[in-house]
């Protein structure tokens, strides 16, 4: 695999964790958002992604492509709302109901820092190939 190759590969799992943390920014924003419906109230956004094979050359063996990482889908979380009952809340339904938000604070928070994570360690590859690469320019000096 080519140095190139491995900067396109950590660039694009550095744009997917960035949709990914951008998603749970979104859900721990609404996770408070209460609604007059089950339909209206806010629903958490998971990210799902999946490996792409590559384009460009093989390797030595024409095996071993290389797989960048893509977004398959941003999917809604089908679990129910949280139902309240708050008879003094503007948004109460007649029976003095409000939904809330289906987002887990919890679930979310370690889904930011998987992707926080991740997201750092494609940022460290780079940083290690730059440096290889400069590295190799300064063997003949």
Same mark, same amino acid.
């Not at 943390?21 to 339909?39: G, Q, R, Y």
């Not at 889908?73 to 008879?87: G, H, I, N, V, W």
């Given at each position: ?10 660039s694009?799992?550095?744009?997917a964790?960035s ?15 209460v ?14 992604f ?12 024409? =095996?071993?492509?290389?797989a ?15 139902q ?5 809340n ?43 690469m ?6 003949? =000096?």
């Amino acid at each position: 695999m080519s140095l190139l190759n491995a900067f396109r590969i950590s660039s694009t799992g550095l744009q997917a964790q960035s949709v990914r943390l951008n998603a749970v920014a979104s859900n721990m924003a609404n996770a408070d958002t209460v609604s007059s419906t089950a339909e209206d109230a806010y629903k958490a956004r998971k990210v799902v992604f999946e490996a792409a094979k590559a384009s460009g050359p093989a390797g030595a063996n024409g =095996q071993g492509l290389a797989a960048d990482v893509r977004i398959k889908e941003l999917t809604e979380d089908k679990s129910a709302p949280r139902q309240m009952y708050e008879p003094s809340n503007p948004l109460a339904n007649a029976d003095g109901f409000v939904f809330a938000s289906n987002v887990n604070a919890a679930e979310e928070m370690v889904d930011l820092i998987a992707a926080s994570r991740s997201y750092q360690t494609n940022a460290d590859v780079m940083n290690t190939m730059k440096t290889l690469m400069l590295k190799t320019l300064q063997i003949g =000096q």
